[in-house]
């Protein structure tokens, strides 16, 4: 090792590579506190995006439980007999509310007698936890997510019974409520490109997801560790995990609601790249530009250092050498220089002289 730096030339460019190896460090280590706070800033903001849509999504829930109430106190809808007049009732209100696919009416044995999109298809809801809980415990009760069987389109079951005299559910109105709240939310959130919010059951099936639903409902993401987290945190927290698409996120998670089957959860998701891809793309330019410019000091450093330095010490060294073997008519001869090694050498010659 000392070998490697014993020529002058060699430790010249050791004092030179000192400090951009300190200019690397420093690069280094604020690249790395940038890259965390901006991590740090990524789980905030997904979190708090995650509790935005929860809360707007029980807004949505009690909104619901509003008009299920209102629709039951319909004199058309208490009557509990299949009619036209009952039919557009619930059309009617449909039509007020833009996020409802649809409101049907149906009997204690789950058959539907109105629809506000009436079919000649017989319909029986009896099989839905939404409608089996609220006959059952006699109030509102909201489901999981489903399709439904009169326009196909995904969305979360709600139901409130109509009671006769003695208390006993005669009737039941049933909704489902759209997902079109998923998209809504996710686009108010102003996240990065490629966010995805996605919401399952307790078994980790998924209910509803944006972008792209159709490729995702109906998938079970139980094996992820991310949900696997989910679950020892309580519902609520961050996570970096791999999410279904096998793509590294950030994630915030919080419990939605409680349905007929049990307890759902949100998480909204970010690619961890586009968090930290900013500030490692530019170390990584900041590097390049750092080694290019090192090679070049290098280069021109070994160039110059030749003709500056190397060549003349090396005739010095020659001359003295001439002049140990009794040879007092040796002389350097460079042309006059006033750096330190043209005095050396003029030193040399008028000592030799003097001995000649």
């Known amino acids: 090792m000392r070998d490697a730096f014993s020529s002058l030339r060699a430790r010249i460019l050791l004092l030179i590579a000192i400090p951009f190896l300190v200019m690397l460090g420093m690069t280094t280590f604020h ?37 299920l109430y209102s629709v039951a106190l319909q004199p058309e809808v208490r009557r509990g007999v299949a009619s036209e007049e009952c039919n557009r009732a619930l059309a009617e209100w449909r039509q007020r509310e833009p996020n409802i696919n649809t409101i049907v009416l149906a009997l204690a044995n789950g058959d539907v007698i109105c629809n506000a999109s009436p079919t000649a298809q017989r319909i029986s809801i009896a099989d839905r936890d939404f409608f089996k809980t609220a006959v059952q415990t006699r109030g509102f009760s909201v489901g999981g997510y489903v399709s439904s069987r009169t326009t196909g389109r995904p969305g979360i079951g709600f139901a409130y019974p109509v009671l006769d005299e003695a208390g006993v559910p005669k009737t039941v109105v049933a909704i489902t409520l759209s997902l079109a709240w998923l998209k809504q939310g996710l686009g108010e959130a102003q996240l990065p490109e490629g966010a995805r919010v996605v919401v399952a059951d307790g078994d980790g ?5 944006q972008p792209d639903p159709e490729e995702w409902v109906g998938k079970s993401a139980a094996e992820l560790p991310l949900f696997r987290s989910i679950l020892a945190k309580g519902g609520e927290g961050t996570e970096e995990e791999i999410g279904l698409d096998g793509q590294r996120r950030i994630f915030g998670f919080v419990p939605l609601h409680r349905t007929a089957s049990g307890q759902t959860y949100l998480w909204v998701a970010i690619p961890k790249d586009v968090v930290v891809g900013p500030a490692e793309r530019a170390f990584v330019v900041n590097l390049l530009v750092a080694l290019a410019l090192l090679a070049l ?7 110059g250092s030749e003709s500056l330095f190397v060549r003349r010490i090396a005739a010095l060294t020659g001359a003295a050498k001439e002049l140990g073997k009794g040879n007092l008519a040796t002389r350097v001869g460079f042309k006059a220089s006033g750096d330190e090694i043209g005095q050396l050498a003029q030193s040399f010659d008028r000592m030799a002289e003097g001995l000649q």
């Open 31 to 67: 690249t790395l506190g940038d890259r965390e706070s901006q991590l740090t800033n990524a789980r905030t903001r997904v979190l708090d995006t995650a509790r935005v849509m929860a809360g707007e999504q029980q807004r949505f829930i009690e909104h619901v439980r509003e008009v």
């Open 205 to 209: 099936l998924v209910l509803g997801r």
């Open 297 to 303: 000091t290098f280069g021109a450093v070994w160039l």
